[in-house]
């Protein structure tokens, strides 16, 4: 079943930069020993809050209380006007030694962001899913995936060592990067966003405005 996330994408201009990250860094499996999947320029985002697999006769009203959402923002003297973020840390998740993701961090967090993050996160409660509960419990941390990674295989020797040392992954490592950084999202709009099983085609379902 299709998994729903609420997100925003990044400026198409922002995606094409962007997009010259994988050709510069094909050295990056050999030299991490893993292999790795960057995400298509034209799906990066960051996510306000992942739904899981919610009942298909639940998205109309999904999206007609994500409506509300920022239609009820709108009224707060203090949320309005622009919605600003600046990427600029490169980090390793969950760590160093067991990396999974690559991605890019805004610190510290503005006061707009969380409290739209915040009324996202609380107004939607009443479709959140198993999925959506374990994910709920963690802090809020505005990021920018920019490559997924499989585990590193270990040799037999490895395997066998009674004291195992993980590789380290850096994203120092990545070319060019530092010169994309950082990387600049004025949030115009919240998407309801459909994703397959393997997250690799999105499909919006809906984009609210954040304009006045």
Same mark, same amino acid.
């Given at each position: ?96 030694? !067991? ?5 890019? $961090?805004?610190? #510290? /967090?503005?006061?707009? %962001? @969380? &409290? ?55 994203? !120092? ?5 530092? $010169?994309?950084? #950082? /990387?600049?999202?004025? %949030? @115009? &709009? ?23």
């Amino acid at each position: 079943m299709p998994k729903l996330f609420i997100g925003t994408f990044l400026a198409q201009a922002d995606q094409q930069r962007l997009a010259s990250l994988p050709g510069e860094n094909e050295h990056l499996e050999s030299l991490w020993e893993r292999k790795l999947r960057w995400v298509r320029p034209v799906n990066l985002h960051i996510t306000w809050l992942f739904l899981g697999s919610v009942d298909p006769k639940l998205v109309s009203k999904l999206s007609s209380t994500l409506h509300k959402i920022v239609y009820e923002r709108s009224k707060i003297d203090d949320d309005r006007g622009e919605v600003v973020m600046d990427f600029t840390k490169p980090s390793v998740w969950p760590n160093s030694r !067991k990396a999974r993701t690559i991605v890019v $961090e805004n610190q #510290p /967090i503005p006061a707009k %962001v @969380e &409290n739209l993050a915040r009324a996202i996160r609380t107004g939607l409660i009443p479709f959140y899913t198993a999925q959506t509960e374990q994910e709920h419990n963690q802090e809020f941390k505005p990021h920018i995936t920019l490559m997924r990674l499989d585990r590193r295989v270990e040799t037999p020797a490895e395997k066998l060592a009674f004291h195992r040392v993980e590789m380290r992954v850096d994203p !120092k490592s990545i070319n060019s990067l530092d $010169e994309l950084l #950082p /990387i600049h999202l004025a %949030v @115009e &709009n919240v998407c309801l966003v459909e994703s397959d099983n393997e997250g690799g085609d999105y499909k919006v379902l809906d984009a609210v405005s954040l304009r006045d």
